[in-house]
């Protein structure tokens, strides 16, 4: 113990009792009258001059019992080692007196041990000072306890937190999602009326929806019938954080931090459009891995990542175009030139199926075909067109009337082909990676007749050399590559049909 700053605690102490005059000193004199009187002490009295039994089950004797080595008397006052022992009827004035001069509990306990002693003197003095209004009223708030942390909502947009945030002369709405951290910040720039407010939050929920849960500072301006009413015709719970506890509401709290941070870096460089530049400061904080979760706020809010400009630097190994160009080859019917085929034939009043054989190819999905029965050339789209799988044309057939045969005639066949759009029928043939080439269409379009051929048996033979031929002889004939869009051009010239 220090003693200088005991003696120096002590003689404050003595100094203000000294000035406190209403009270009378507790003396050696009146301490030896009340120990005599004094039931406790009395019994114990008794054991020091008879012997201390082997147990004692009285509970306010105990404390002396363990400390009985301790215990001697003199005069007729106990002592605990160099302490009296106070009787009880002395205890309460003089832990006032212990007191007066509003010492801490350290202060007044060292004081206190070195002149006197009784079971639970420490707690005693705590229990005194605590209880002590002077001293309540004038300590420091004590340490602001570590804020709770928030559950871990279930999901994205579960639970926002909102606040406002004041920047040179204006004022941001912060929306800060409590899951994945996606951020927004917009300027209120109708004021910060609870209508205005709403008028943000709605603009925000239209794109992310509505959360389940709103978390703001209590904050007046906020805390309105009105938002009340709104939060609850939308089944939205109102959350406020604790008056003066910031702490509570420390997501929106470190937003604003951050979103103050952003128009801050903006002032240094250039104070014009600054919610322009926000945008795109907002971007990358929404695109970078939040440390928190570890994960981007735009992959835990949208399911993946923004593509931004550093996206560039990646090379696409998904080549969309590519991708697109066989995608659609794959699902196209398959035809290739010399093919033999059911084309439609459109007459006024209805339309028939009619044979022909492949001329020319136009575009991906237009064909040239020459009708065997009307002796001439038509345009065709593969919705007109079904595979003929056949053997050789019946001669007789496609020499017989065409007026009088066309209404009977019907494609030995599934039913016409469905729409372009819908699902290929189930003559379409995937080729093996191999055949397609995706950097040229003309080469995509070719189908090797061995594959062709699983499905579409034209009975031909030697196919592999007619594949040759075909191919070599045909490329020169075809026209330019049409623009690959996924969907067929209108053609020039292609309107009229026969
Ligand atoms: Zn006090």
Redesign the pocket.
Known sequence: MNNDEHNEDYDDVSYLNFLDDSVTPVTADKIRQATGNDPTLKKVFRYMSLGWPRKISCASIVPYFRCKADLQIDHGILFRGHRVVIPTIFRDQLLREL?TG?LGIVKTKSIARGKMWWPNIDGDIERW?GS?A??VAVRAAPPRAAPAPWPRPPSAWYRVHIDYMSIHQKVYLIVIDAYSKWLECLLMDKGTTTRALICKLKEIFSRFGVPNVIVSDNDIKINSAEFNSFCAMNGIRYVTSPVYHAASNGQAENSVKTCKKMIKCIDKTDKSKVEDKLMGLLFEYRNTPHCSTGQTPASLMMGRNLRSRLDLVIPDVNKTKDNIDKCVIDNCRKFNIGDQVWVKWFTEKKEIWVLGTIQNKIGNRMFLIYVHTKNTVCRRHVDQMLMYTGGEFDVINETEDAGADEDSWSPPLEPPPAPAGSAPPAACVNPPPSSLRADSPLQADVQPRDVVSDEYDTGLSGEEEEVEEREGSRAPALPAPLPRLGRVLRLPGTGSYN
């Open positions: 007191h509003h000072i002590c002077a001293c």
